[in-house]
């Protein structure tokens, strides 16, 4: 058989049709990646028949936002870059100073009988309050926590509290170390219904 | 200089367009794996605000978003500017909330039904008013793993 010449097929219009699907995929997707703070909602009211016990004053970090973005910490008033230092403050605690909250022993893997701070925090927002405003507070005590948390985790263990997040997948010890920091400094943020506290809008 | 003289003269050759179709595949693949499908067409401004201690949100799958905002330009005649819920498509009321999470928690498998993560897509002006009255809705329907959506940033600003 004589051999035949295939000629060549046109390429020249396949950049065009990739062009086409390129742009394509550019107005179909979006490319946000999806981040935000994560928070655990309280469980449906019906859960809980009788009144929660109660909570000593010393115990509870008040903050109130009313209707103009303003903070009322403690009863005093504040601004928003002061609030995590205050936070913080109040997390942590002191022994012997009764103003602060209270210790309470407990057990935990790792480090035996811990002294962990009974400290509540208490939100409680207006209905006109911005969420740009609740989100920055949000933030602030994510915050507070969060730098707590690292500062045990480097004292106790020498890692960051990043560094345990990401390794507790991988090893078991870091997994109880994480708990353990966890269980130190647990997130105790409670948010009150909200109600008029003053502000007009 | 003779010798550049002599190539001149002779006129230049085309560029070659061979590699343009690699280099657009190359692009195409690019944005294929970075970006996902959008879903819903937004019918609310969403100017999402800004925080500093994010998390990322791991399976996407698993994500359930409800919009809250003022409804876009567009529908402002229609709807007014009052901040309104949207679900999916549709603008919804916050009693539809109850029957937004069912189905959603239909459309995954048994296992997997309580850990979908409620994304609250809220406009930044908003006022927390109708945010909180959503909220409560997820609890009654016991959506509880809630995740407010925002961008990341250095530093809050006052």
Known sequence: ?201 | MSKFRKKGSKGQPAISTAALPDIVFMLLFFFMVTTTMRETTLKVENKIPFATEIEKLERKSLVSYIYIGKPIKELQPVFGTAPRIQLNDAFKTKEDIFQFVEMERDERDEAERNLITWSLKVDQKTEMGIVTEVKQELRQANALKINYSTKKTDKILN
């Open chain 1, 1 to 201: 058989m004589a051999k035949r010449e295939i000629s060549e097929i046109n390429a020249g219009s396949m950049a065009d049709i990739a062009f086409l699907l390129l742009i394509f995929f550019l107005v179909t997707t979006t490319m946000d990646t999806d981040t935000g703070l994560i928070r655990k909602l309280p469980p449906p009211p019906e859960d809980l028949p009788e009144p929660p016990p109660p909570i000593k004053q010393r115990n509870i970090f008040e903050i109130l936002v009313n209707a103009n973005d303003q903070l009322l910490v403690e009863g005093e008033y504040m601004q928003i870059t002061e609030l995590r230092e205050k936070a913080k403050e109040f997390i942590k605690s002191d022994v012997g100073n009764p103003n602060m909250p209270e210790f309470k022993e407990e057990q935990i893997d790792g480090l035996g009988l811990y002294p962990v701070s009974k400290q509540i925090i208490s939100l409680q927002n207006d209905n006109g309050t911005s969420y740009d405003m609740y989100i920055k507070v949000q933030n602030e005590l994510v915050g507070a926590y969060n730098e707590l948390r690292n500062e045990f985790a480097q004292q106790k263990f020498g890692k960051t509290y990043q560094e345990l997040v990401q390794q507790a997948g991988a090893s078991e010890s870091a997994e109880q170390q994480l708990d353990a920091v966890k269980k130190v400094y647990p997130q105790r943020i409670s948010e009150a219904e909200p109600k008029k506290v003053g502000g007009t809008n």
